[in-house]
């Protein structure tokens, strides 16, 4: 059965299953502008929602008139909190067992807060009535630095007055959120205090927002004929929203049918629940015909999940050879005036305890520090698992740091730190067990591709040639090796708001042998449709061309925690593999019978069920499926059908090995990318194409934050950066081609071995652009500059070096 | 509000009468008024190109344009650059290619493409770039999107070369 | 961004524009090609209830190389001044500078009648227009009148024109010599945060005569005497840059934004003056 005879090798190319760059099949739709997005939805007699936001981030709401408002012909209704109160819909939970304001009760706690819903015949009425809407305010003063806001009199969240037990323990001070801890405080500061070699630094990873281009927005339709609502909107986890709406509202979770059309890109932003959502399901319930509310880019930017915003702090010691020893590493987290975070009920923090990174250190501790300020909340997992960016920026940046105290090459340091393939599975010093890796190997071939030692002899020649007085740029050498963790997760220690964290896949075979397969995730662009019909394909022996794939339904899909943290081919392909395997297992004993043999004397064998070396006498899967409708078997009942709800035993630990050349003009502070590598190692590859396609997506994201991205405010907590001029998405022009390679390194707990990639190239790619700036000027006597390296903040590391004199 | 305009577009061939108030945005009434969805709404500052269509020949940011500007012009979308029979070599191109991923970009992405090879018939990947610097995608990170334009554009110049 | 109603007039004569003005006075707003005024407008930041397409006025969109002169219509686009053969044989700085100006599609859009009539500090045909000492022609009620391009910036959104008057084309003499539109932004569709026009007659070896503006670096464009003064008469030397670029440092005010503080403005002034000034003389 080993052989690879082309007839078999013709049949496995028809299934077009795992490991091929087959198309995909959403495009056909999408280059031809039937996208379905939510902005595409019209139904017959909908209304317009459009919101009152507040201009300040800290305020008084001391009165509110609607008056003009509704005078303006075609306005329905304008919704305030206490309108709200009485449905018990002017609060929320979020995601991280905090409670927000649907519309602003009392007060406004950041600048774009939601104050008053207007609901009105079109979205021109719509826009008009807000600006008739009078609001009163009396300024408060305002908070946006943490540190400031621990030592502040003035108190954020009155809501919460007295209450000295948060979500997750206990609070130190009326601005603060929690306080959590990992790992050995005591062990760990006794390895530093008795280390040969301590290097310490603070760094800021700035706020940003991941900014899909399509915007948030929800359509409710309240039939109130039949009590059912139908809810579409931009949901990264439609079943969740379900249930949660479910319990706001108190319709019962059967009569609420959830919708995620097409999404234009998700990246974390539509994780979470926001007032728009709630305010459409409302005034649906209110007018009785179906509402629309779309936010506009500015309200997206100000309002709506930002992501990072950590303070950083650490310490890191080592041997005089270069031997990690020892980690501590403090973060004071920014979340804004409500803590929004999208993280795993049990981590407040997300898996930032993954801070020690690629390297087997023995000793670590982490805390974080929760605080409210007047800035928009959130917190979610930009395109990375919770909180990883932060954890790998953070070990990354340590790492180099480390490497110029002991005046070492950063890649050896790394290099002498891996964990070595032999220790896996490894359990990290803050509890994580890695699964698989084989890091020596991933970067002994990124350092060789790249000719890192040529490349380290050109940059010490440019150096000279920079002092001579001969060139005015710089060359940086941006090197990063990451540890992911994603694919939450164990239901033991990962839920959301009390939903575990599973997912599903349900198959049906229908009876010429094609399929339908619907999984609890939603594709935001990951190609789902094409991936999982891979899988399926070669678990299962049926064309990928004759499965069709299906999500974002609730009333069709089922139940499943959604698409966010790379989760997807991690949970949900697993699901989707061991349904296959269930549909496999029916197939199996319906050929025997049709084979007129035993159950085992049969095997599977691409798109068939021969007999035992006997291979012309076979059945295929079509034939099965056919006979496993319209056949009476004997002990078998009719049907081919399977589900799967699978919980996984561990995360799964994809890794990679990029490295950045770059060269930075040192008089204007504008960088140029020459050269980017990116190794990643996903496991077992479904679609390369797919994977190079995110890993191309997910570096140009990095290049986004590392290089200028930012949510600025100033300090009367106005937003800077409000629309695309100044957030800064970079376009075809300021993007490189990036190489890509690749190792395999298969999860061994995963039903095959794939671990996921979507958020890999983000995660890694951030530190390395950072370093290849920070790398340009180490010869200078850099350590550290933070983020964004925007050109006057470039600039000014040049000029702080004296590069300018 | 203002008194409505009866507006006339042609609009991917088809003459289209309508009535809208002057102030609404050119993509709004093509979305809306006419259900041609294509067109997206991205940015609303004429930044990210997800609305771009061909106006009298030129590419344009439908978002940045009211509807009363507009107002006797010939448009064309992407619903009308192929036919789910017979699509256009870009379309073709970027599925082959994998030059899109949530989609959202992707059809003012396409159409601003169109006018590019329409004027430069073969170009460099710099002038690729440079001539697609005006959409964002988020997604992609550009690089198949360039590849995806870059192959239309040899597979067009062959076809002509065959047809001379 | 939904912007405020308005009522709409596309009228076929000038005439009929001016008479919209003197209505309506400050209500009423010309538009071109709408690409400054739209946003504004959307994000409620200009009310304009009288909106006024100057797109069906004929003769607008002329471009005119001849006898020495050029005359560039207002609605000209950007576009057209990249793709027009003969003007870019006769003054190459403009199609160098227009290719940096936005993207493409609103470089179809955008107009030099808009980009050059507003004020907007941002914009950088004001002080390409003051480098080539330009004219800007304006109509009124009271018939037509041209202003010096180095006399028409009052301060951000203040300028020479009246609320009556519409700037109807912009004329200059064929510049010679050398030229460059030197140009340092975050992205494609960034406003500069710092811009150089120069051009340069080059003869014997010296600079025979040089014009030099920048763009973005106070509220109106800067055209520096001094700066052009510093470098005539000499061999365009590292120190005749250096002192224009510290005459044009002299003269400009820039204010910190999200492109940085004052000192980093300033010192980028200075480099991409620099820059400009080497590539202007090198093509002289």
Wanted: some cysteine; aromatic content about 8%.
């Amino acid at each position: 059965m080993n052989d690879l005879s082309p007839e078999r090798q013709e049949r496995s190319a028809n299934l077009k299953g795992m490991g091929c760059s087959r198309k995909r099949v959403e495009d056909a739709r999408f280059t031809q502008g039937k996208g379905n997005y939510v902005d595409d939805i019209k139904l017959d007699g909908m209304l317009h929602g459009d919101f009152v936001r507040s201009p300040y981030a800290h305020a008084r709401v001391v009165s509110i008139n609607k008056d003009a408002a509704l005078a303006l012909p075609g306005v329905v209704a304008v919704l305030t909190a206490e309108d709200l109160a009485p449905l018990n819909l002017h609060w929320m939970p979020t995601l991280a067992g905090d409670k927000q304001m649907v519309l602003a009760d009392g007060k406004v706690l950041f600048q774009g807060q939601e104050v008053a819903f207007v609901v009105a015949s079109d979205r021109y009425v719509a826009a008009d009535a807000v600006e008739l809407v009078e609001v009163e305010y009396e300024e408060l003063p305002v908070i946006t630095d943490p540190f400031e806001s621990l030592k502040s009199d003035v108190v954020l969240r009155e809501d919460l007055a007295g209450q000295t037990e948060g979500a997750h323990g206990p609070r130190k001070h009326h601005n603060h959120i929690f306080t959590w801890e990992q790992g050995e405080e005591a062990a760990t500061n006794q390895v530093i205090d008795n280390a040969d070699i301590v290097a310490e630094e603070s760094m800021y990873y700035h706020r940003t927002h991941p900014c899909p281009l399509e915007t948030c927005g929800s359509v409710a339709s309240m039939d109130k004929v039949n009590g059912k609502l139908t809810l579409w909107g931009t949901f990264q986890a439609p079943h969740v929203v379900r249930t949660v709406a479910s319990l706001l509202s108190g319709i019962e979770e059967h009569n609420i049918r959830v919708i995620s059309p097409d999404i234009g890109g998700g990246f974390g932003n539509k994780v979470g629940v926001y007032p728009g959502y709630v305010c459409s399901i409302v005034a649906s319930i209110v007018t009785g015909v179906p509402v629309k509310w779309v936010e506009d880019r500015m309200e997206n930017l100000m309002s709506t999940a930002f992501a990072r915003d950590y303070h950083m702090t650490g310490k890191i010691a080592a041997t005089k050879d270069g031997k990690i020893t020892g980690l501590h590493c403090h973060v004071t987290a920014d979340h804004g005036g409500f803590d929004a975070c999208a993280d795993p009920t049990k981590f407040p923090a997300g898996f930032m305890n993954i801070c020690t990174g690629s390297y087997d250190i023995p000793t670590a501790y982490l805390a974080v520090d929760g605080v409210y300020t007047n800035k928009a909340p959130g917190g979610v997992s930009y395109r990375c698992s919770f909180r990883v960016t932060e954890a790998v920026y953070f070990i990354e940046r340590m790492i180099e740091v480390l490497a110029i105290k002991l005046d070492m090459d950063a890649a050896e340091l790394r290099r002498i730190n891996f964990i070595k393939k032999e220790q896996f599975p490894y359990t990290a010093a803050l509890g994580w067990e890695y699964d698989s890796g084989d890091y020596h190997t991933a970067w002994d071939k990124a350092l060789k591709s790249v000719d890192y030692e040529g490349l380290r002899k050109e940059q010490a020649e440019r150096v000279e040639a920079f002092k001579r007085g001969e060139t005015r740029t710089l060359m940086g050498i941006g090197l990063s090796f990451f540890t992911e963790i994603v694919g939450a997760g164990p239901v033991k220690n990962c839920d959301i708001l009390g939903m575990g964290m599973f997912d599903s896949c349900e198959i049906r075979i229908h009876p010429t042998g094609s399929a339908i397969a619907r999984l609890g995730t939603i594709s935001q662009g990951q190609g789902h449709a094409t991936t999982f019909a891979q899988i399926l394909a070669s678990e299962i022996g049926i064309s990928a061309d004759s499965i069709t794939i299906e999500e974002g339904d609730t009333d069709t899909a089922p139940y499943g925690l959604g698409t966010y943290g790379s989760r997807s081919t991690p949970v949900a392909g697993a699901a989707t593999a061991l349904a296959g395997r269930k549909i496999r297992a029916k197939a199996q004993m319906i050929a025997a019978y049709l084979l007129e043999v035993h159950d085992d004397d049969v095997e599977f064998d691409i798109d068939r069920f021969v007999v035992k070396g006997a291979p012309e006498k076979f059945k295929t899967m079509k034939e099965i499926a056919y006979a496993a409708y319209n056949q009476a078997i004997p002990g078998i009942e009719p049907g081919l059908e399977a589900v799967s709800y699978y919980d996984p035993p561990n995360m799964t630990y994809p890794f990679g090995a990029y490295v950045c050349v770059m060269d930075i003009d040192v008089d204007t502070g504008v960088p140029e990318i020459r050269r980017f590598y990116a190794l990643d190692d996903c496991g077992t590859r479904i679609n390369p194409m797919i994977i190079e396609g995110q890993v191309h997506g997910g570096l140009t994201e990095a290049l986004a934050v590392a290089l200028g991205q930012e949510i600025a405010y100033d300090e009367l907590g106005n937003v800077k950066t409000g629309t695309l001029m100044d957030f800064f998405l970079p376009t075809a022009w300021e993007v490189p081609n990036y190489e890509t390679d690749y190792t395999v390194t298969p999860s061994p707990h995963h039903p095959i071995g794939a671990k996921g990639v979507g958020e890999s190239p983000h995660v890694g790619g951030v530190p390395c652009f950072s370093n290849a700036i920070q790398d340009a000027f180490r010869p200078f006597g850099n350590t550290h500059t933070n983020m964004p390296h925007d050109h006057w903040r470039i600039w000014q590391t040049a000029n702080g070096l004296g590069l300018h004199d | 509000m203002t008194e409505k305009m009866h507006i006339k577009l042609k609009v991917n061939g088809e003459d289209k009468e309508f009535l809208a108030e002057p102030r609404e945005l050119l993509i709004y009434a093509l979305r809306e008024k006419l259900n041609i969805t294509g067109p997206h709404v991205g940015c609303e500052t004429s930044h990210c190109g997800a609305c771009t269509v061909t106006l009298n020949g030129k590419s344009v940011k439908s978002c940045t344009m009211f509807v009363a500007q507009a107002n006797g012009a010939e448009i064309t979308t992407i619903e009308g650059i192929g036919t789910p029979d017979a699509l256009h070599v870009l379309q073709e191109s970027f599925r082959e290619h994998h030059g899109l991923q949530c989609g959202f970009c992707t059809p003012g992405m396409i159409m601003r493409a169109t006018k590019l090879l329409e004027e430069n018939p073969t170009p460099t990947e710099e002038e690729v770039r440079f001539g697609m610097a005006g959409n964002i995608c988020r997604c992609t990170g550009y690089q198949n999107i360039v590849k995806s334009i870059l192959a239309a554009a040899s597979e067009l110049n062959a076809a002509k070369e065959a047809a001379q | 961004m939904i912007p405020a109603a308005f009522d709409y007039y596309r009228p076929k004569k000038m005439d009929d524009v001016i008479a919209l003005l003197e209505q309506h006075g400050d209500d009423a707003r010309v538009m071109a090609g709408g690409h400054s005024l739209i946003p504004m407008m959307k994000l409620r930041m200009a009310e304009v209830p009288h909106l006024i397409d100057l797109q069906d006025i004929e003769g607008l969109s002329d471009i005119s190389v001849e006898g020495g002169k050029i005359t560039l219509g207002a609605m000209v686009t950007q576009h057209d001044l990249i793709n027009h053969a003969g003007l870019t044989a006769a003054a190459p700085i403009l199609r160098e500078a227009a290719l940096q100006i936005a993207d493409p599609q609103v470089r179809y859009m955008g107009t030099v009648g808009g980009n050059v009539a507003n004020g907007d500090p941002g914009n950088d045909m004001p002080g390409l227009m003051q480098c080539l000492d330009a004219q800007i022609n304006l109509v009124g009620p009271n018939g037509t009148r041209s202003v010096a391009a180095r006399e028409y910036y009052e301060a951000a959104y203040m300028t020479d024109r009246e609320d009556d008057e519409v700037l109807v084309s912009i004329s200059f003499d064929t510049p010679s010599g050398g030229f460059a539109y030197e140009k340092q932004k975050r992205k494609i569709g960034d406003y500069a945060t710092a811009a150089a026009a120069v051009q340069i007659v080059k003869d014997g070896g010296k600079v025979a005569a040089a014009s030099i503006a920048m763009t973005n670096l106070s509220d109106v464009p800067v055209w520096s005497e001094g700066a052009c003064d510093a470098l005539v008469g000499t061999s365009c030397d590292a120190a005749a840059m250096k002192a224009a670029a510290a005459a044009m440092l002299g003269d400009i005010d820039p204010s910190e934004d999200n492109r940085g503080p004052v000192a980093f403005k300033r010192h980028v002034a200075g480099v991409i003056l620099t820059r400009a000034i080497t590539r202007a003389w090198d093509r002289a």
